[in-house]
Structures are given as C-alpha cells and as structure tokens.
C-alpha cells in the first residue's frame, strides 16, 4: 500500500509540473515579445533621429545630377544622333579636356577604363576621335577630336540645352547665372582636393 501511495504521489508531482511548465513559458514568452517590441520602437526613434536630410546641398546636387543624367540619356536616345548616351558623354569628356588619357577619362566619368575603351572603339569607328601616341609615355594614347567630330558634338549640345530650359523653368535670367557661377565655385572647390599631380596631366597640352 505505501509502494502504491507513494507511485500515486510521484505521478500528482509530475502532472502538477507538467501543467506548470507552459504557464511559466508563456510569460517568459510574453516578456520576450515585449523586450522586442521595445528594441523595435527604440530602432524606430534611433532611425528617425538618424535619418539623413535629403534637402542637403550635397544631397541636391547629386539627386540633381541622376535626374538631369536620366533626362539627357533620354533625349540622345530619340535624337536619332548614332550614338548611345554613353558615347556621347564619352564624346562630351574628350572635348571638355582634348587629349586626355583613356584613364583620365575614365576617372571623370566614373566608369572602367574598359568600358570606356568599348565607347571609344566606336567613337573611332564613326570617325569622331582619334588614338594618338602620348609623347611622355609609350604605353599610352592620347584620345583627340578628328574634325567630324564638330558637327556631332554641335548636335550633343542642342540636347543639353533642352535638358537645362526644362530644367531651369521659372528661372530668370539673374537666378540662372547665380546658380551657375556658384556650382562653378562647387566644383572648384571639389577639385582643390584632387592630387595636383593628377588635375596638371590631364590639362597639360598636347603637342
């Protein structure tokens, strides 16, 4: 009998815990879901406190720029001029520094020298540029405007300036000479901290 009392009372002892057991895990539970609650909220305020003011000037311009880049890259592709946007930005470089280095003006674009090598090709290949030998290095080729190159760079220009009338409307005159006199100090300024060395090779001349 007290063999059987005894079995009886271990058995009570263990439904008793298996019934306690789950209680206790739901509030460890609901704790949880609490402390993460509050992590999520103190994420939320940590990321509004943190968000970054997207009416900077350094914000503006390069948001200007990607608008104005999506609107040129649309306006070459309906101009019927025989040229990707991207050759005739590369065009563009090559008559804003004639005689640049194909580094030089990949590093200006932003682009790899290979891709800008496939621009190039095909800017040769319509007889808008040519590959000259630079005389300070063997290796290396100065990229020059051939004399076609004249009318098409003409035909470029008539696109920007559609781009820049749209983007310029409501603009008075005084504004718009203001605002391209100080983007003029922006860039200045910008390039001041390029190496010296690198800014002197590109604009020495041609000979």
């Known amino acids: 009998m007290r063999e059987s009392s005894v079995l009886q009372n271990q058995v009570k002892l263990r439904f008793i815990l298996s019934i306690k057991k789950p209680l206790c895990s739901r509030d460890e539970n609901n704790k949880n879901v609490s402390g993460a609650q509050k992590l999520k909220s103190v994420g939320r305020e940590a990321l509004m406190n943190s968000r970054i003011n997207t009416d900077s000037l350094a914000f503006l311009v390069s948001d200007c720029a990607r608008l104005i880049r999506a609107a040129f890259e649309r ?13 005739a930005r590369t ?43 630079d005389p300070l290095d063997r290796r290396a080729k100065r990229i020059v405007l051939s004399e076609s190159a004249d009318a098409k760079l003409k035909q470029i220009d008539k696109e920007i300036c559609e781009v820049e009338r749209n983007a310029t409307q409501g603009f008075g005159k ?34």
């Open 91 to 133: 065009l563009m470089q090559v008559a804003a520094i004639n005689g640049s280095r194909q580094l030089d003006i990949a590093s200006r674009m932003g682009l790899e020298p290979m891709t800008v090598s496939a621009f190039l090709d095909k800017l040769q290949a319509r007889g808008l540029i040519e590959r000259q030998p």
């Open 75 to 87: 306006r070459i592709l309906v101009a019927g001029l025989g040229l990707t946007a991207g050759e």
């Open 174 to 207: 005084e504004l718009q000479v203001q605002l391209h006199d100080a983007l003029c100090d922006f860039r200045s300024n910008l390039q001041k901290a390029e190496a010296p060395s690198e800014v002197e090779r590109e604009l020495r001349p041609v000979d």
